[in-house]
């Protein structure tokens, strides 16, 4: 169904207000659409770019929250952490992730995203890795988008945490761990 450009941007703002992580190839399918004309109706209504608006909401949480790990480090860019609970990245697969002969990301890649979801969750200056269970439940290929959901599953020994990490590609489940973590608060929520 086509929408004259004003509804069309209308209803872009309020999808990107309600979702603001969507990027410009699922708009562009939602509203049938080429990704150009999404790119310039962001433009015109002054909306930045995916990465932009990722990078905004992450700068903002990770310099008012986090302790253990400074931004460019983490692997993938977060998109919603609440310390010592629960925490979210993104990770779009590239060139550079996978192996050149058959297009299949690299486990290490998917491994160091849940690995530094896992400390970032960590609501202390140091967290460390003391050791993880995981499992590569599926292959990832490039292009895709893999989405690391952390959440804190035992915090109670004064100086481990426990944090299950689980990885998607859409819907389907491409790896789990279990990372326990060594952190070196002893009094937690100091």
């Known amino acids: 169904m086509r929408r004259n450009k004003k509804n069309r941007q209308l209803q872009l703002k309020e999808t990107i207000e309600e979702m603001p992580f969507i990027t410009d190839e699922d708009l562009a399918k939602k509203f049938e659409v080429s990704i150009q004309t999404i790119r310039l ?17 992450a700068t903002y949480q990770w310099n008012e929250t986090v302790k253990a790990l400074p931004i460019d480090e983490v692997i993938g860019e977060v998109i919603d952490l609440e310390l010592d609970k629960r925490a979210i990245s993104i990770l779009d697969i590239r060139d550079e992730h996978v192996f050149s002969r058959n297009k299949i990301a690299r486990g290490h890649h998917l491994f160091a995203q849940a690995n530094s979801l896992a400390v970032a969750v960590i ?61 070196s608060n002893e009094q937690k929520g100091e």
């Open 41 to 57: 109706d962001r433009m015109e209504l002054s909306i930045p770019e995916l990465r932009e608006r990722i990078k905004s909401v």
């Open 123 to 183: 609501n202390d200056e140091l967290a460390l890795t003391r050791g993880a269970e995981i499992k590569f439940t599926n292959q990832v290929k490039q292009g895709e988008r893999v989405v690391a959901k952390a959440k804190v599953i035992n915090a109670e020994q004064k100086d481990r945490t426990t944090v299950e990490v689980d990885s998607f590609v859409e819907t389907e489940k491409v790896f789990s761990g279990v990372f326990e973590m060594f952190r």
